[in-house]
């Protein structure tokens, strides 16, 4: 990223340096890196973005961030509401195979059965880890993807 006295110069945006010289938009595209020296800026890194999920936040004239934690107890209720919808999503598809088994006795197919186990045990594990979550930091971990996995938050059986 790039700064002009000090303010962040947003990239394919026409701006104003200190001497009143308008720079035309494409600045970023077309001049070089000693041409943006030459014009008074400073190259900076870039910091990180805060997540969207865990903060709420804004980017500050000098191109750093603000960020606030979000409250706790209403990420755990969304997150607690996603995973059942996520639930009720994979189990939809076989509800019907359940309903000829209350209505006409049929017999569900045992793969389906095991698969609907699978997604209500991971259901209630997912929101058991949710629950669980003492802070921020221990939610976010519910995020990580291991390798060669799923995140705690989305591991969810799969259909094979």
Not at 75 to 87: N, R
Not at 121 to 148: H, K, R, W, Y
Request: charged letters at 25%.
């Amino acid at each position: 990223m790039w700064l002009h006295d000090g303010k962040l110069i947003a990239e394919n945006k026409s701006w104003v340096d200190t001497n009143g010289i308008r720079h035309p938009p494409n600045w970023s595209a077309v001049w070089s890196d000693e041409d943006k020296i030459a014009a008074g800026m400073e190259e900076a890194s870039d910091p990180e973005k805060p997540s969207g999920i865990f903060y709420d936040f804004s980017r500050n004239e000098d191109g750093s961030y603000t960020s606030t934690e979000r409250d706790l107890s209403l990420l755990k209720t969304q997150y607690i509401e996603s995973t059942k919808q996520t639930a009720n999503q994979l189990l939809a598809i076989s509800d019907w195979q359940v309903i000829a088994k209350a209505e006409r006795d049929r017999t569900i197919d045992a793969a389906v059965a095991t698969y609907r186990a699978a997604v209500i045990s991971a259901c209630t594990t997912i929101e058991a880890a949710i629950t669980g979550a003492a802070n921020m930091a221990a939610f976010q971990a519910l995020f990580d993807i291991p390798v060669g996995g799923n995140a705690p938050v989305h591991d969810w059986p799969s259909t094979d």
